[in-house]
């Protein structure tokens, strides 16, 4: 048993002293096949730029869209064209919002505008598009966009008011709004995606009432995901919603709102509840 212990020792240093030998023999071949690969997604890169990224027009509903430059017929731009995508609604209706789309986390990922063009830059494969909804429906309301309230990393914060410019198809009379309870909303999408624009179906219905003022509020993305270092926290997230409300509260004559009489929702996202009054 001895003996026998003895050589399934020297076997086993045997077969290690193998495996380390080969293992140092292959490093240089692993990372020459590293550098292979990395120049092949180099060489593709640039083969993809000079050729151009593919754009698609995307199927639309009440309305279109034209495009400056306009589209060549291989359907590419040469890369970093940019692009100013025009929303044209049909008669009756009015621009929704103008979008280009990628893939993302959970399929296509929107980057919309709610006005009637969009300067898109195209530096990889995208969709290009419109959404248009019915005059009736937005008429009566009115929507200041893009209300700069921070910048603390490197995206611009900004919100959306929406408030009501009539009541049952009868005018205000000229007279300014005053003193509205207002909802702000804080936009889903796990504090990582979207932005306040995706929110504006629910505001339309809090303002077309002619009682309430709405305000649409974006927030820097958790993590890396806006590019910021160090990384953004959660902490950092409810600063900038606290900004936000703090920001209303003190811009809320001006949007025809009562400062005392806010209250705040927020779909999905962690938050119970989803309504707090403040």
């Known amino acids: 048993m001895k003996c026998s212990f003895s050589i399934f020792f020297a076997m086993l240093v045997g077969a290690l ?9 292959d490093a240089p071949t692993t990372q020459e096949s590293l550098a292979d690969e990395a120049g092949n997604r180099d060489s593709q890169q640039v083969e993809t730029e000079e050729k151009g990224f593919v754009v698609v027009v995307d199927a639309m509903e009440d309305g279109k869209i034209v495009l400056d430059p306009p589209l060549p017929e291989d359907g590419r731009y040469p890369a970093g064209t940019k692009v100013i995508v025009n929303g044209i609604p049909d008669e009756g209706y009015e621009v929704d919002s103008v979008y280009y789309s990628v ?10 505008s709610l006005e009637g063009a969009f300067s898109v830059t195209i ?10 909804i019915e005059r009736g429906k937005v008429e009566s309301i009115d929507v200041i966009h ?3 309230y921070a910048k603390p990393g490197n995206k611009q914060l900004k919100y959306d008011v929406y408030r009501p410019v009539a009541v049952s198809g009868k005018p205000l009379s000229g007279k300014p709004l005053s003193g509205l309870p207002m909802v702000i909303i804080i936009h889903g999408g796990g504090w990582s995606t979207n932005d306040e624009d ?21 927030y820097r993305w958790i993590g890396e995901g806006d590019g910021d270092q160090p990384v953004t926290t959660m902490a950092n997230l409810i600063e900038d919603v606290f900004g936000a409300i703090l920001h209303v509260r003190e811009h809320a004559d001006e949007y025809g709102g009562d400062p005392n009489r806010i209250g705040v929702t927020r779909p999905g996202g962690g938050i119970c509840p989803h309504r707090r009054r403040l």
């Not at 002293?17 to 140092?24: E, F, I, P, V, Y």
């Not at 893939?103 to 919309?112: C, F």
């Not at 530096?123 to 248009?132: E, I, M, R, T, V």
């Open 103 to 112: 893939p993302g986390r959970w399929g296509a990922m929107y980057h919309e």
């Open 198 to 218: 995706i929110m504006r179906g629910l505001a339309r219905e809090l303002v077309k009432t002619g009682k309430l003022v709405a305000c649409s509020v974006d």
């Open 123 to 132: 530096d990889q494969d995208k969709n290009l598009g419109a959404s248009f």
């Open 17 to 25: 002293t193998l495996g380390a030998d080969t293992g140092a023999a």
């Open 146 to 148: 893009n209300v700069a």
